[in-house]
């Protein structure tokens, strides 16, 4: 994987913060720790994205199944979705907004 360095400007206040939690040591400097903050907040909008298209299908399954399953199937799913690769959940997504039977 290549890198590219980028500039980015934060607050005073806000980049105290940082450091102080790389202080604390759970990572070894500023980039670790924005590097992490930044895969978690794509993680999360890609996660955000699954359960949107799962909502849009859930007036199909709604009548078939009770809210809690529902929601348990939600669940399952966001959680699988979070322990597969790119490639995976390409893969994944690609069934939607069809049937889960699709390929």
Known sequence: ???EMISLKLDSEFLK???NTVKKGRYHNRT????EALRVKVNKEELNEARK?????????????SDEEFERLREKAA??????SE???????KGFPGTWLEE
Do not use: C, P, V, Y
């Open 87 to 93: 490639e995976e959940q390409e893969k994944f997504m």
């Open 53 to 65: 298209k799962l909502d849009k299908i859930r007036g199909s399954l709604k009548s078939n199944m």
């Open 32 to 35: 670790e720790f924005i590097r």
């Open 79 to 84: 959680l699988e979705a979070a322990s597969m």
């Open 17 to 19: 913060d940082i450091d």
């Open 1 to 3: 994987m290549t890198t």
